[in-house]
């Protein structure tokens, strides 16, 4: 089960921190990522990390803006979303990949407006 939380109202130039808490399943061995749906478009790739987090992906519009990270002790892991920008809006979901596995939260709306 994925559980993210942290999202909500900001304005231009703000900051969130999305937090997603697994359980049910080898987090440590996962590969971990948070993708984002707007209105009227497809699903997309936001940030993604390895089980012992060597391996990072960004897309290009959040990159230098957005961190992700893993805590495997906790099943956590977290994206820290920095200069948000309108189009930034949408509900992210965080997702676990680990051989035919492959689990989805439920997503947690970020809307930023002024």
């Known amino acids: 089960q994925l559980v993210e939380s942290g999202g909500g109202l900001v304005e231009p130039g703000g900051s969130l921190r999305l937090s997603c808490q697994a359980s049910g399943f080898s987090f440590r061995w996962s590969t971990m990522s948070w993708h984002r749906q707007a209105p009227g478009q497809e699903r997309e790739l936001v940030a993604r990390i390895s089980g012992a987090g060597g391996s990072i992906t960004y897309a290009d519009a959040v990159k230098g803006r957005f961190t992700i990270s893993r805590d495997n002790a906790k099943n956590a892991m977290f994206l820290d979303m920095n200069s948000l920008k309108s189009e930034d809006t949408a509900v992210y979901y965080c997702?676990?990949?680990?051989?035919?596995?492959?689990?989805w939260g439920r997503g947690t709306q970020v809307t930023v407006s002024s």
């Open positions: 997702r676990s990949q680990w051989l035919s596995f492959d689990y």
